[in-house]
């Protein structure tokens, strides 16, 4: 069984940061790929970042420049710093790992 535990969530102004951390527990049989994705009232789910075991990482167009994914493979943790925070970012954030795996989620809002 794995088990993916975000934290991180909260409430900050436009223009400000969060980091975002999720930790993985359990049988873990894959930690090719790792990422966040998140989604909002009457939207779907979308892909915010992901990494691969390589390093390799890959952006939506819509954060590229303001959020860096990364991940430390000794405590199987990825995490996302988030920076210059727009209102749009406002959603709940989910961790994923490859598998098919996903965390409870850490809602983010973004608002004055």
């Known amino acids: 069984q794995v088990q993916l535990l975000e934290s991180g969530g909260g409430l900050v102004q436009p223009g400000g940061s969060l980091r975002l951390s999720c930790a993985a527990s359990g049988s873990i049989f894959s930690m090719r790929l790792m990422g966040w994705y998140r989604q909002t009232l009457g939207k779907e789910r979308e892909l915010v970042a992901t990494?691969?075991?390589?390093?390799?990482?890959t952006y939506a167009d819509s954060v590229k420049g303001r959020f860096t994914i990364s991940r430390d493979n000794a405590k199987n943790t990825v995490s996302l710093q988030m920076n210059s925070l727009k209102p749009e970012d406002t959603a709940v954030y989910y961790c994923?790992?490859?598998?098919?795996?996903w965390g409870q989620g850490t809602r983010v809002t973004v608002s004055s």
């Open positions: 990494i691969t075991s390589g390093g390799t990482t």
């Open positions: 994923y790992l490859y598998g098919g795996y």
